[in-house]
């Protein structure tokens, strides 16, 4: 009797957390916000990476000023300012004090986490702006700072020959690709769960990855990064972490989990951004290895605590690194099924203005 009532009372309870609460609290973005503070810890894991990405940004700023996500972004920053119709005649006030003392700082200390490439196209950008812009006591004495930096052996070895700055449109070196090339090849690309028991080379999937860093980002920080495992123990064991692998995992061949960095942002208003930029780059990831003969399956990593433990210890994921999404490869099993999967009609998914479908 006792546990027939304890059962009964435990469904209730179920049902008002399930339903009735979140009618309850969803009415304003405090209440929301106490929901899941009292009654479900779905945000905690998020609420703790943001503000570990927080602190840590901050942290390596007044420490040693050597942040490479802040040069970055400040170096993109001066881009557009560059790049702008009308210029300007003076701009960056605000941040290139900032500015200036990271790339110092970055091109001193040649440890630092910043590719020779980007290191040429903050030093390129910042001796564009130094030379447009116009002259005043701040802008002066912080110009004298950057030429004396330039004398750095660091900065010696870069080509001169090729500038890294704004560039008109006309000089870009266009494709050769027709939108009905383009169109087929998105329709030729599906989800393959079942691939052909050949490895997949590394030189491959580096071209593939080459593609997608060609995609764009906010402020060009790119923050994510590919973790990669092609050997046959480690695929078995990772490929086990998401849900949707169930009764195909044996079958990919390599596995990329696509890690994002909440380092790269200074603001909680920018916590999206991992998920947005490394969407964008793997949508062309997995364009390009439908063009080297390779297929694909994006793969869906829900917020599970349990999950997030499990591929946070197996990658030995810091506090502010977070699993945006995993991605089976291989090459395709030509008598494989690939499901038809249907899309929208365009006109479901687009509208004009404010014209209602």
Same mark, same amino acid.
Request: proline residues 4%; contains cysteine.
């Given at each position: 009797?006792?546990?027939?009532?304890?059962? #009964?009372?435990?469904?209730?309870?179920?049902?008002?957390?399930?339903?009735?609460?979140?009618?309850?609290?969803?009415?304003?973005?405090?209440?929301?916000?106490?929901?899941?503070?009292?009654?479900?810890?779905?945000?905690?894991?998020?609420?703790?990476?943001?503000?570990? #990405?927080?602190?840590?940004?901050?942290?390596?700023?007044?420490?040693?000023?050597?942040?490479? /996500?802040?040069?970055?972004?400040?170096?993109?920053?001066?881009?557009?300012?560059?790049?702008?119709?009308?210029?300007?005649?003076?701009?960056?006030?605000?941040?290139?004090?900032?500015?200036?003392?990271?790339?110092?700082?970055?091109?001193?200390?040649?440890?630092?986490?910043?590719?020779? #490439?980007?290191?040429?196209?903050?030093?390129?950008?910042?001796?564009?702006?130094?030379?447009?812009? @116009?002259?005043?006591?701040? =802008?002066?004495?912080?110009?004298?700072? /950057?030429?004396?930096?330039?004398?750095?052996?660091?900065?010696?070895?870069?080509?001169? @020959?090729?500038?890294?700055?704004?560039?008109?449109?006309?000089?870009?070196? /266009?494709?050769?690709?027709?939108?009905?090339?383009?169109?087929?090849?998105?329709?030729?690309?599906?989800?393959?769960?079942?691939?052909?028991?050949?490895?997949?080379?590394?030189?491959?999937?580096? &071209?593939?990855?080459?593609?997608?860093?060609?995609?764009?980002?906010?402020?060009?920080?790119?923050?994510?990064?590919?973790?990669?495992?092609?050997?046959?123990?480690?695929?078995?064991?990772?490929?086990?972490?998401?849900?949707?692998?169930?009764?195909?995992?044996?079958? =990919?061949?390599?596995? =990329?989990?696509?890690?994002?960095?909440?380092?790269?942002?200074?603001?909680e208003r920018d916590r999206h951004l991992i998920?947005?930029?490394?969407?964008?780059?793997?949508?062309?990831?997995?364009?390009?290895?439908?063009?080297?003969?390779?297929?694909?399956?994006?793969?869906?990593?829900?917020?599970?605590?349990?999950?997030?433990?499990?591929?946070?210890?197996?990658?030995?994921?810091?506090?502010?690194?977070?699993?945006?999404?995993?991605?089976?490869? #291989?090459?395709? @099993?030509?008598?494989? &099924?690939?499901?038809?999967?249907?899309?929208?009609?365009?006109?479901?998914?687009?509208?004009?203005?404010?014209?209602?479908?």
């Amino acid at each position: 009797m006792l546990k027939k009532i304890y059962g #009964g009372f435990k469904r209730r309870k179920n049902h008002y957390f399930k339903y009735k609460f979140p009618r309850l609290f969803a009415g304003s973005t405090r209440l929301s916000a106490l929901y899941y503070f009292l009654f479900h810890p779905g945000f905690s894991r998020e609420f703790k990476g943001v503000l570990a #990405g927080k602190v840590q940004h901050l942290n390596i700023t007044s420490s040693n000023g050597k942040n490479y /996500f802040m040069l970055v972004r400040n170096t993109h920053r001066l881009e557009k300012g560059l790049l702008m119709q009308p210029r300007k005649p003076v701009f960056a006030l605000d941040y290139i004090d900032e500015t200036m003392n990271c790339f110092e700082s970055i091109a001193i200390d040649q440890e630092a986490n910043l590719e020779e #490439g980007q290191l040429k196209w903050s030093k390129d950008v910042l001796k564009e702006y130094f030379s447009v812009v @116009d002259s005043n006591q701040k =802008i002066d004495s912080l110009k004298a700072r /950057f030429e004396k930096v330039l004398s750095l052996k660091t900065l010696q070895k870069e080509d001169e @020959d090729q500038h890294f700055i704004p560039y008109e449109r006309s000089r870009t070196e /266009f494709s050769q690709i027709d939108y009905e090339s383009f169109y087929k090849l998105c329709r030729q690309r599906r989800s393959v769960r079942w691939f052909q028991e050949k490895p997949v080379p590394r030189e491959l999937i580096d &071209k593939a990855i080459l593609a997608a860093i060609e995609a764009p980002s906010a402020c060009n920080r790119q923050p994510f990064s590919y973790r990669i495992f092609d050997k046959k123990d480690l695929v078995d064991q990772v490929s086990g972490f998401p849900m949707g692998t169930k009764g195909y995992a044996h079958s =990919i061949q390599s596995f =990329i989990v696509v890690v994002g960095n909440l380092e790269a942002y200074f603001d909680e208003r920018d916590r999206h951004l991992i998920y947005i930029d490394a969407s964008l780059a793997n949508m062309a990831l997995m364009f390009a290895l439908e063009t080297l003969g390779l297929g694909s399956c994006p793969i869906n990593w829900p917020e599970i605590e349990s999950r997030e433990k499990l591929l946070g210890d197996f990658l030995s994921l810091k506090a502010w690194e977070r699993p945006v999404m995993c991605i089976g490869v #291989g090459y395709p @099993d030509p008598e494989g &099924k690939v499901a038809y999967s249907k899309k929208r009609d365009l006109t479901k998914i687009r509208s004009y203005n404010f014209d209602v479908h």
